[in-house]
């Protein structure tokens, strides 16, 4: 931390006054949680450090008046980023500009740390996390977008939706008619006439019992139904060892409790059904895939995606060539189908209830590292993930990051 902080203004009215008024109960416990936890520069000591808090929060108010120091929303730090350090860095003319830039960011990263550190923070605690992502200069992964957004679903709310959910109840109707064990081919998780008897007891709209001649329907043929199935062998809810043996698994008793761990199976039971193409469970790519949590990420940050935007992504997704239209009603299709299984809204914009972004966080987050498009991009650059991200309202690093995220430049 540069001694460029010395120079900043003191004045003792207008913007000056605001945020003297505004740090009157922080100045004290914050000036000595700096010397305790903080090596601050003895040029610039813990006071310079306070002082500098001091006319910012003064510009922060004078730009937004209903801002609060201890509940900060990204929309208070984005003007303290894009607008109250560049004006305060011009008025004192540095040599380094950059350098205090980044060393204001650092005084109020620390201020955002000591108010979640002390209990002082009266904010979301999504808001937080978000806020320090902002001003270290770090561009949050998509990960960290749906995490924040996360945060804050209650657990009742949570269970509500979640246990009433489309795959919930799937998978409770086949270990219904799994019972204490039951006999499968051996080339398949379930005989024709056990997938026409869970259809039969399993109330939805979508299910059939039969197909067009009125025979079972093997298991390949109701993608949704295998596409459970093979979750639930995954998480151990079926155990399927015995190749013409299914029985319960060792996670099927007590999994639908209100409890901590039966909560996290539900969470990646309902993610994976939602995230992953059933078209695609054995192999193959898919565009809808790699793109749906950037479009449930827009509906939990208050941005859904509508048809405009979705038809957006083929005039903008030139590098795909010819694939790109198909790409964008592969996306919409599979957007369709989920909004008739009753987790998306049945038509656009597309948003989806609170009560699944827990479970939609939670499988991001386990897969974050993955490169999810597969270097489909090559050394081109993907022109529509612009579109896609602007829903989110991320600016051009955070592009880069999700543009690098998902395996292009």
């Known amino acids: 931390m540069d001694d460029s902080l010395d120079a900043l ?16 109960d922080l100045r004290e416990p914050f000036t000595a949680w700096l010397e305790e936890n903080v090596h601050v520069d003895e040029e610039v000591g813990p006071e310079a450090v306070v002082e500098a808090l001091t006319v910012g929060a003064g510009g922060l108010l004078t730009l937004r008046p209903q801002a609060r120091l201890t509940r900060l929303t990204p929309e ?4 303290l980023i894009t607008q109250v350090v560049p004006a305060m860095v011009e008025d004192v003319g540095t040599d380094d500009p950059e350098e205090m830039a980044a060393d204001l960011l650092a005084v109020w990263w620390q201020l955002l740390t000591f108010l979640g550190e002390t209990g002082r923070w009266q ?36 269970d509500q939706t979640v246990l009433a959910s489309f795959p919930v109840r799937a998978a409770q109707a086949v270990l219904a008619h799994v019972g204490d064990g039951l006999e499968v081919p051996d080339d398949a998780e379930l005989a024709g006439d056990d997938v026409t008897a869970v259809l039969a007891a399993f109330e939805h709209p979508v299910p059939v019992t039969v197909d067009a001649e009125g025979e079972p329907q093997a298991l390949e043929d109701v993608p949704w139904l295998r596409q459970v199935v093979l979750l639930m062998l995954d998480l151990d809810l ?55 949590p950037t479009v449930l990420a827009s509906a939990m940050t208050g941005e859904p995606f509508d048809d405009t935007t979705l ?30 299984l009753g987790i998306l809204s049945e038509r656009a914009p597309w948003t989806i209830a609170r009560g699944f972004w827990p479970a939609i966080a939670a499988t991001v987050g ?28 991320l600016g051009d690093e955070q592009v880069r990051q999700i543009r690098g995220l998902l395996g292009g430049r």
Do not use: C, I, N, Y
Not at 277 to 292: H, I, K, M, N, R
């Open 238 to 292: 079926l155990d399927g060892e015995d190749e013409t043996l299914l029985v319960p698994g060792v996670e099927a008793d007590g999994w639908l409790e209100p409890t901590p761990e039966p909560r996290e199976l539900r969470r990646q039971l309902v993610g994976r059904f939602v995230l992953e193409d059933p078209a695609t469970l054995d192999e193959g790519f898919s565009v809808a895939e790699a793109v749906l």
């Open 366 to 393: 386990e897969e974050e590292d993955d490169d999810l498009l597969g270097g489909l991009f090559g050394d081109s650059e993907p022109h529509w993930l612009e579109g896609v991200m602007g829903q989110l309202g």
């Open 311 to 340: 038809d957006a992504l083929v005039g903008d997704g030139a590098v795909l060539g010819p694939a790109a239209g198909v790409a964008v009603e592969e996306l919409k299709e599979r957007l369709s189908d989920l909004g008739v």
């Open 9 to 24: 203004p003191d004045e003792t009215s207008g913007p000056h006054a605001l945020g003297r008024q505004a740090m009157a």
């Open 76 to 79: 208070d730090v984005d003007v």
């Open 123 to 158: 904010g979301t605690a999504g808001d937080l996390e978000t806020d320090l992502v902002l001003v270290a200069g770090e561009p949050p992964e998509l990960a960290e977008v749906l995490a924040a957004a996360a945060g804050d679903v209650e657990e009742g709310e949570e």
